[in-house]
Nanobody, 130 residues
Framework: QVQLVESGGGSVQAGGSLRLSCAASEYTISTNCMGWFRQAPGKEREGVASIYAAGGATYYYYADSVKGRFTISQDNAKNTVYLQLNSLKPDDTAMYYC?????????????????????WGQGTQVTVSS
């Protein structure tokens, strides 16, 4: 069965950086849609970034709140997706989840809805102090 295992969360001060990793098993990331979501206490789950490679091109989506600060990438040889978090703010504090869509369904370039993703990791906590 598909497994997504996140790592790399932690506690940092504002302005700091973290790199989150999501290792996938029983699922090939190289040709499928992968994403990162986050959920803060009392708030809805929010799509942060997605990545999808098809036809020789790679497509990205970023939430407005993270554009220019977060970068999603993937290492196909390791079957792992990364999320580089830079210039972190206290508002970035949340549980971060890796997610994957059903194979061969692609990614939307305009939004990320949790209901469009079928596979989820357990999450990794990111805490940013001011």
């Amino acid at each position: 069965q598909v497994q997504l295992v996140e790592s790399g969360g932690g506690s940092v001060q504002a302005g700091g950086s973290l790199r989150l990793s999501c290792a996938a098993s029983e699922y090939t990331i190289s040709t499928n849609c992968m994403g990162w979501f986050r959920q803060a206490p009392g708030k809805e789950r929010e799509g942060v970034a997605s990545i999808y490679a098809a036809g020789g091109a790679t497509y990205y989506y970023y939430a407005d709140s993270v554009k220019g600060r977060f970068t999603i990438s993937q290492d196909n040889a390791k079957n792992t997706v990364y999320l580089q978090l830079n210039s972190l703010k206290p508002d970035d504090t949340a549980m971060y989840y890796c997610a994957a869509r059903v194979p061969r369904t692609g990614c939307s370039l305009y939004s990320m809805r949790p209901q469009d993703y079928s596979y989820w990791g357990q999450g990794t906590q990111v805490t940013v102090s001011s």
